[in-house]
């Protein structure tokens, strides 16, 4: 399965826009790049995915390399409500989402 | 809507007991996964299912079973439970057709603790 690197922590300022890195260079052409986050105590919640074109949703955006090996989720203006582990997950037909250690991601007012 | 619902929130059980964990959703979602996820780490696919009747094994499945007997429900069984299997239990369900156009709706989880 292909696999994605993402940095372990990250820290932001509250309102100010934060870009978390994902990079998956194995990534086949099928593959859909999905992003999850997991907020203390909660399953994971899903966030955004898309395949080759950047996507916008009312969470967040989600830029993907031309090539596809990298992609990067963008929260616009971050809240204290977005500080969580953010995962970065290729799932194709196989059913298995594989989730990695994911980016924990700290808001400070 | 309730969305994906998981019974029971926690539970101690002592080794060599077992137990069955419910999931129940409301979406009309035909796949249906179980998911492990032990301190500091992601979630690992146990079993899941793509419809009534049928359940397949995904990445850890040993030591548990599964049934769909209906739609809605899926329930993940131990029949003898061992302290690894300790951990935070998530149940997801997604619409049927290209799983991976698909996004996976979770619980809040089932905190397991086997002594």
């Known amino acids: 399965d292909a696999k994605t690197t993402q940095p372990n922590s990250m820290e932001s300022n509250e309102e100010e826009p934060v870009h978390l890195p994902c990079n998956h260079s194995t990534i086949s052409g099928t593959d859909y790049i999905h992003w999850y986050r997991q907020l203390p105590s909660q399953g994971p919640e899903y966030v955004i995915h898309g395949l080759t074109s950047n996507v916008n949703n009312r969470m967040a955006s989600l830029a993907i390399a031309e090539d596809r090996k990298s992609s990067t989720l963008i929260l616009h203006r971050a809240t204290l409500r977005d500080a969580a582990v953010y995962y970065c997950i290729l799932h194709d037909n196989n059913n298995d989402m594989r989730f990695g250690a994911g980016t924990r991601l700290t808001v400070k007012p | 809507n309730a969305g994906v619902t998981q019974t029971p929130k926690f539970r101690v059980l002592k080794t060599g007991q077992s137990m069955t964990l419910l999931c129940a959703q409301d979406m009309n979602h035909e796949y249906m996964y179980w998911y492990r996820q032990d301190p500091g780490m992601g979630l690992r696919l146990i079993h899941y299912s793509v419809g009534e009747g049928t359940t397949a094994k995904g990445e850890v499945p040993d030591g548990y079973n599964v049934s769909r007997l209906k739609k809605q429900n899926f329930l993940l069984g131990l029949e003898s439970a061992a302290p690894s299997q300790t951990s935070v239990y998530f149940c997801?369900?997604?619409?049927?057709?290209?799983?991976?156009?698909?996004?996976?709706?979770f619980g809040d989880g089932t905190r397991l603790s086997i002594l």
């Open positions: 997801a369900s997604s619409y049927m057709g290209s799983s991976s156009n698909q996004p996976q709706h």
